[in-house]
């Protein structure tokens, strides 16, 4: 196409904005894939944070029930000494 008005600005502005414009396009498309990229990446960070989260209450529960396994162990070895230091203080009293 010929510039029949003699200015030859009004080319190369518009040469310019299409240039501009497929620049501008092409960074919005790199700047979309990068957000597509980093929604995956925290979602999979999500995924494994719930993840770890799921063990660590598994390991939290098997030790509180491990926990109170040995409490209750705990508990009848006291009351067994209980009765053992009651038994020794009524064998002494018989003694005496």
């Given at each position: 196409?010929?510039d029949?008005?003699g200015?030859?600005?009004g080319?190369t502005?518009?040469d310019?904005?299409q240039?501009?414009f ?6 919005n498309?790199q ?10 990446d925290m979602?999979?960070?999500?995924k ?15 030790q509180?029930?491990?926990?109170a396994?040995i409490?209750s ?16 203080a ?5 003694k005496?």
């Amino acid at each position: 196409m010929d510039d029949k008005s003699g200015d030859k600005e009004g080319f190369t502005s518009i040469d310019d904005l299409q240039k501009r414009f497929k620049s501008l396009k092409s960074e919005n498309k790199q700047l979309m894939q990068r957000k597509a990229q980093i929604n995956l990446d925290m979602e999979a960070a999500r995924k494994e944070e719930k993840q770890k989260l799921n063990s660590l209450k598994g390991t939290l529960f098997n030790q509180e029930r491990k926990m109170a396994a040995i409490q209750s162990e705990l508990e009848e070895i006291s009351a067994l000494n209980s009765e053992l230091e009651q038994d020794f203080a009524n064998e002494i009293g018989r003694k005496n």
